[in-house]
Nanobody, 123 residues
Framework: QVQLVESGGGLVQPGGSLRLSCAAS????????MGWYRQAPGKQRELVAI???????RYAEPVKGRFTISRDNAKNTVYLQMNSLEPEDTAVYYC?????????????????WGQGTQVTVSS
């Protein structure tokens, strides 16, 4: 089993910045992609950004140029630096790890979600 612990959410004024962190634990052998998703009230959960093991990234169009995703493979941690925040960025942000393997490369890989952290952008 893999546990994901998110931190860094909160209330920020428009134009401000926040940095989200998500640490994965649980005798992890490897993790494929790591990503951030968000869900605003009344809307479906959507991809924000994703990064693979080689550091290749992909961003949703609304956050391009403002958000930066990164990962520390040694710490099994993924980050999301969010700059120039807008009220439309208000949502619960979830991290997700894809195909996480426990203990050995022989184990099957599973996807896991974090519990979510609230980001509110408001004056």
């Amino acid at each position: 089993q893999v546990q994901l612990v998110e931190s860094g959410g909160g209330l920020v004024q428009p134009g401000g910045s926040l940095r989200l962190s998500c640490a994965a634990s649980g005798n992890i052998f490897s993790i494929d992609a790591m990503g951030w998703y968000r869900q605003a009230p009344g809307k479906q959960r959507e991809l924000v950004a994703i990064i693979n093991t080689d550091g290749m990234t992909r961003y949703a169009e609304p956050v391009k140029g403002r958000f930066t995703i990164s990962r520390d493979n040694a710490k099994n941690t993924v980050y999301l630096q969010m700059n120039s925040l807008e009220p439309e960025d208000t949502a619960v942000y979830y991290c997700k790890v894809d195909r996480a393997k426990i203990a050995t490369w022989l184990s099957p890989g599973y996807d896991y979600w974090g519990q979510g952290t609230q980001v509110t952008v408001s004056s």
